[in-house]
């Protein structure tokens, strides 16, 4: 899909619109010529920052979660392959194929690098560019990833923040809820779930965000509560298991999430219980929106089932940093990501537009 700089569908972004950068952690430090980037794994004790040369340095940061989150796993995938092609003065089409499947398989479910790194493949065959012009075009590619990211993510951000004033035009204040981390961290902008509430908060409009802490790689008590601490947003903390409750007990008014891989027919893919809490809305009549950048839309597949949910080590539920919380022989099924049906989506919110599940399919391309 293009990177081309969409149209804004509603209406000029104010200046003042999520323009406080102190308030936003960085997931990584780009130069243009080196790459740092923040070790999730370390988090919320220490902030200590890897250095990023090439292919090899960004798969294993995205492969050991050390890096994570769709949007982000794309930049750093693409950023890891500009440095290496910085430091070369000739193309080898095949090699970079090579290295464009070898980055794809760190994570098999989030689609946002395949879909931004495969956008190289035209010009990889191109039959009329010299190898020199062909270097320049992946370079020039690349570094787009980057930049675009960024600013897609402010229009997605005022898209879905829209969306939600014009669905509770009688609320002065939303109640929400969200799952895993969708921030400043998951991506090299203000987020995407994550960036809407902080911009309902930013505008005033937040009462609270209930965070589900998102067993068991914890993304929600490591990544999401660190963030919203730093940037003052009142929120509270919950486990998993508490989601019904709080829907019961509190005036939710939505729950917003992340995704990492949408189907034509707007089946969602997303951090494993994020299906639970779309049943739990359809139940207690909550809004649910997935909030989605375009390079998140996967226009290969036409449904969830589709979607490869990506299984991750026994260690990782039976272990909080290194300490055993269970026997380590449970044999155990730990699925990283969920799919919610398209039928239990209120509306999906993008940069290029906010849209039903049964609208979203006609504006992707074939
Ligand atoms: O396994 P992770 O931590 O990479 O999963 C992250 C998520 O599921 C996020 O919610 C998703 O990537 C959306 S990020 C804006």
Not at 87 to 115: C, F, G, M
Not at 127 to 153: A, F, P, T
Request: charged residues 20%.
């Amino acid at each position: 899909m293009s990177l081309k700089i969409n149209k804004i569908v509603n209406g000029p972004i104010p200046d003042s619109f999520l323009s406080n950068e102190s308030k936003r952690l960085e997931s990584l430090k780009f130069d243009g010529q080196s790459l740092e980037v923040l070790d999730q794994l370390l988090l919320p004790h220490e902030f200590n920052y890897i250095p990023i040369r090439n292919v090899s340095d960004a798969f294993a940061v995205i492969k050991s979660m050390q890096v994570r989150g769709a949007p982000l796993i794309a930049v750093v995938g693409s950023l890891g392959l500009l440095l290496e092609l910085q430091n070369s003065s000739e193309i080898n089409s095949e090699d970079i194929r090579k290295k464009i499947e070898y980055l794809i398989s760190s994570r098999p479910t989030a689609v946002d690098l395949r879909n931004s790194l495969n956008g190289l493949l035209p010009i990889l065959d191109s039959q009329e560019d010299s190898d020199e012009m062909k270097l320049i075009k992946c370079r020039k590619y690349l570094l787009e990833v980057y930049s675009s990211e960024k600013l897609q993510n402010r229009i997605l951000v005022w898209n879905a923040y829209q969306e939600l004033l014009h669905s509770f035009p009688n609320k002065e204040k939303l109640t929400v809820m969200t799952i895993c981390n969708t921030g400043s961290l998951a991506t090299v902008s203000w987020g995407t779930a994550l960036g809407v509430i902080r911009a309902l908060h930013s505008e005033n409009r937040l009462e609270l965000a209930f965070v589900l802490e998102t067993r068991p790689y914890n993304q929600g008590i490591r990544l999401t509560a660190t963030e919203l601490l730093h940037g003052g947003v009142p929120f509270k903390l919950i486990t998993d298991s508490m989601a019904a409750w709080a829907m019961k007990n509190h005036q939710v008014d939505c729950v917003l999430t992340g995704a990492d891989n949408v189907a034509r027919n707007g089946d969602t893919a997303n951090k494993i219980g994020t299906y639970m809490l779309a049943v739990l809305c359809k139940h207690h009549n909550i809004n649910f929106y997935p909030v989605v950048p375009f390079t998140t839309i996967n226009k290969n597949i036409e449904t969830g089932n589709e979607i490869r949910i990506e299984e991750r080590p026994a260690g990782e539920m039976l272990q909080v940093n290194g300490v055993p919380v269970g026997n380590l022989q449970c044999p155990v099924w730990n699925p990283a990501f969920d799919v919610t049906p398209a039928h239990l989506i209120t509306k999906i919110l993008t940069d290029f537009g906010n849209w039903t599940p049964e609208q979203l399919k006609a504006q992707i391309p074939k």
